[in-house]
């Protein structure tokens, strides 16, 4: 079955560098990843989609890639703020099932 | 739109009781899912929907029911709870099934059984 790794539990950096998150699989490349944000008592949020045929998307500071000889995704948020401090979820499709199957997710803090 | 509601927010249980965490969309979304979310886990999926009428176990459907008798409705009932099922249960919704949309979560329920 899928296996997905997110290899930090936590990542702290300094406002204003860019914070770079991964996301690795095991077995089959999935057809598309995602990407969500999670703030402690909430919901997680969706951020980006990114498709097996797409090596990078772009959204505001965000962006995200594919590497599917990798079996590799990066998030990566540029000129960080305070503000972008959270838990981000990397999730994938789960094949034949159908359903996402999430990472454990990787817990940012930006310092001022 | 109100999105994803979930209630209630917290909730304390006795080992055997029972319950129903309700969740409810406003999207006309086809697809929805439970997940419960665990300490050094991550998200699981307990159960799904791809519309009304029709349930499937997701990874995790020990000790839980649901049915789907609406497109706005899908509740999780435990059967008999046990202090293993101590966490917090996510609703989530989509458009479509297989589509690669976006998940929309509810704010989550938080359990606890003694």
């Known amino acids: 079955s899928q296996k997905i790794e997110q290899n930090s539990e936590a990542l702290n950096i300094q406002e204003g560098k860019t914070a770079t998150l991964t996301c690795n699989y095991t077995n089959y490349s999935p057809a598309y990843l995602q990407w969500y944000r999670q703030d402690p008592g909430r919901g997680p949020v969706f951020l980006l989609l990114?498709?097996?045929?797409?090596k990078e998307k772009r959204k505001e500071r965000l962006k995200v890639t594919f590497d599917t000889t990798l079996k590799q995704s990066l998030f990566h948020i540029t000129a960080s703020q305070p503000a972008d401090s959270a838990t981000y979820l990397c999730?994938?499709?789960?094949?034949?099932?159908?359903?996402?199957?999430f990472g454990k997710g990787t817990k940012l803090s930006v310092k001022p | 739109n109100a999105g994803v509601t979930q209630t209630p927010k917290f909730q304390v249980l006795k080992t055997g009781q029972s319950m129903t965490l309700q969740c409810a969309q406003d999207?006309?979304?086809?697809?929805m899912s439970w997940y419960r979310q665990d300490p050094g886990m991550g998200l699981r999926l307990i159960h799904y929907s791809v519309g009304a009428g029709i349930t499937d176990q997701g990874e995790v459907p020990n000790g839980y029911n649901v049915s789907r008798s609406t497109t706005e409705d899908f509740p999780l009932r435990l059967l008999s709870a046990a202090p293993s099922q101590t966490s917090v249960y996510f609703c989530?919704?989509?458009?479509?099934?297989?589509?690669?949309?976006?998940?929309?979560f509810g704010p989550g329920t938080r359990l606890t059984v003694t």
């Open positions: 999730a994938l499709d789960g094949g034949s099932q159908g359903n996402l199957i």
């Open positions: 989530a919704s989509s458009y479509e099934y297989r589509s690669a949309g976006e998940q929309y």
């Open positions: 999207m006309n979304h086809e697809y």
């Open positions: 990114i498709r097996e045929n797409e």
